[in-house]
């Protein structure tokens, strides 16, 4: 149990498809991150929210969409991706500024036909 | 530039013996560094961390060294038990005003060999 959960762990989608992964923190953190795990690919940082304040989007494409209702609940929108986007989507929380390290759920594996 | 690691290379020990796992990072503005464990199907694993004004930090069985001067990181895992099979990230970190912003490392897979 790290105390961040990831829901679905697995997600299978066509192309067309919207969808949405959920992330829950239980910490009581209040930095939330959305990373991308692919194959042979370092861990990618997408976006970052401090405060449920969107401070960081590292270049993502708009078919992903980020949402931060409250400091513990972190979502990501999914809607006309890509093959290339199958992927671990992981989730990560840390407490907020400072050098704090970040604490990451299981993810979530998204196949996209 | 350089980025943290970028390759998978595979350190395979024999149970019981000391495991080190090397760690080139690239930005020496970073402060804060990292080394996860990921296991399959899991998320990452905090192990360790190491504050840039410290050379050395030992937790339990493992012990993370910071040299600056190379911009090198390493991990050291004493009498590698099966369990500790999985992959090692480093991780740097820059704080800046959006918070803690991490670059990973490539990744080190350690295989022990019961």
């Known amino acids: 149990e790290t105390g961040v959960t990831q829901t679905p762990r697995h997600l299978v989608m066509g192309m067309t498809n919207k969808k949405s992964l959920k992330c829950e923190q239980h910490?009581?953190?209040?930095?939330m991150y959305w990373y991308k795990q692919s194959a042979k690919k370092p861990l990618e940082l997408m976006f970052v929210?401090?405060?449920?304040?969107?401070?960081e989007n590292n270049s993502v494409p708009s078919r992903f969409s980020p949402e931060c209702p409250n400091s513990s609940h972190l979502f990501l929108h999914l809607h006309t991706l890509q093959p290339e986007d199958s992927a671990l989507y992981l989730c990560?929380?840390?407490?907020?500024?400072?050098?704090?390290?970040?604490?990451f759920g299981d993810g979530t594996r998204l196949s996209i036909l | 530039g350089e980025s943290v690691g970028l390759h998978l290379p595979t350190l395979s020990v024999q149970e019981g013996d000391n495991s080190i796992i090397n760690c080139a990072y690239s930005?020496?503005?970073?402060?804060?560094f990292i080394w996860y464990k990921q296991e399959s199907g899991k998320g990452p694993q905090f192990i360790i961390d190491?504050?840039?004004?410290?050379d050395k930090r030992q937790g339990q069985r493992v012990t993370v060294l910071l040299n600056k001067t190379v911009k090198h990181l390493s991990l050291q895992i004493a009498a590698t038990q099966p369990g500790d099979s999985a992959v090692y990230f480093c991780a740097e970190n820059l704080l800046n005003n959006a918070g803690n912003m991490l670059t990973f490392g490539g990744g080190t897979r350690l295989m022990v060999k019961p």
């Open positions: 930005n020496s503005a970073s402060d804060y």
């Open positions: 929210y401090n405060f449920k304040e969107q401070t």
């Open positions: 990560a929380s840390s407490q907020g500024q400072g050098n704090q390290p970040q604490h």
């Open positions: 190491i504050r840039s004004n410290m």
């Open positions: 910490l009581g953190h209040n930095a």
